[in-house]
């Protein structure tokens, strides 16, 4: 036993830290409370990780709540001042997910080659609407 701390001691002397005691010399109340607070310090960590990410969920909940509620009014302000561009638009919007839908149906026909010109074409003119 003697010669157990004296070599810890040794240890300890020459790098400077303290070594540590050796397990029979420890209790069980000691490996107990350690335990407990190993414990309450990883609670603590993750309910502090809990908080931090429910904070920043909540930031970026409210702000895609104000762009969308912003896009919405400044669309429903372009509708109500240009109501036939938006009939148009929204025609135009509807024959182009129409001939998708149709030529998702028909599989790799004679209509998928009339399907990609259709929509790029009704994108050009919806973008020209809106600048």
């Known amino acids: ?11 300890s002397k020459s790098t400077g830290t303290k070594a540590a005691a050796p397990a029979s010399h420890t209790s069980g109340g000691d490996v107990a409370s350690l335990a407990a607070s190993a414990t309450q310090r990883a609670r603590e960590s993750v309910q502090s990780a809990y908080q931090e990410t429910k904070q920043v969920v909540n930031d970026a909940y409210g702000k895609t709540t104000e762009a969308l509620t912003e896009t919405y009014d400044q669309a429903r302000v372009y509708g109500k001042e240009n ?9 135009g919007a509807g024959i182009g997910i129409g001939v998708l839908v149709a030529s998702g149906f028909s599989g790799r026909r004679r209509n998928s080659r009339f399907t990609e010109p259709i929509v790029n074409a009704l994108s050009q003119v919806a973008l020209e609407f809106f600048r």
Not at 1 to 11: C, G, I, P, R
């Open 1 to 11: 036993m003697e010669n157990t701390k004296n070599l810890s001691d040794q240890a």
């Open 83 to 91: 109501p036939g561009k938006l009939t148009l638009i929204a025609f």
